[in-house]
């Protein structure tokens, strides 16, 4: 069993900047891919990043990718995984899930065995 808790969430002006955190309860915290999804009513959740558990591997979605908006890294040491938003968007309004998983494919296709609760992240224009 893996319990994650997110924090870090908020409400920022367009261009502004948040930084998330999420933090696992388990000593084996290395031994999973993890990453994040965001879900906004009444749509779907949606993949935004993920890693494997060395760190050696990074995908983000396609939204993100442009100029370098968002940053996923992660401390084994501390059982955390961190999301590095910049320049935030309007459409980057959400709750914001952290995942994990044995399998990077498996994390970033949305089908992770383990998910926090979520932290909800709002950017008004």
């Known amino acids: 069993q893996v319990h994650l808790v997110e924090s870090g969430g908020g409400m920022v002006q367009a261009g502004g900047s948040l930084t998330l955190t999420c933090t696992a309860s388990?000593?084996?915290?290395?031994?999973?891919?993890s990453g994040w999804f965001r879900q906004t009513p009444g749509r779907e959740r949606e993949f935004v990043a993920a890693m494997n558990w060395i760190g050696s591997r990074r995908i983000y979605a396609d939204s993100v990718k442009n100029k370098d908006r968002f940053t996923i890294s992660r401390d084994n040491d501390m059982n955390q995984l961190t999301l590095q938003m910049d320049n935030l968007e309007p459409g980057d309004t959400g709750v914001y899930f952290c995942t994990a998983d044995e399998e990077l494919a498996v994390v970033s296709s949305g089908r992770s065995a383990y998910w926090g609760q979520g932290t909800q992240v709002t950017v008004s224009s």
């Open positions: 388990n000593d084996n915290f290395d031994l999973y891919a």
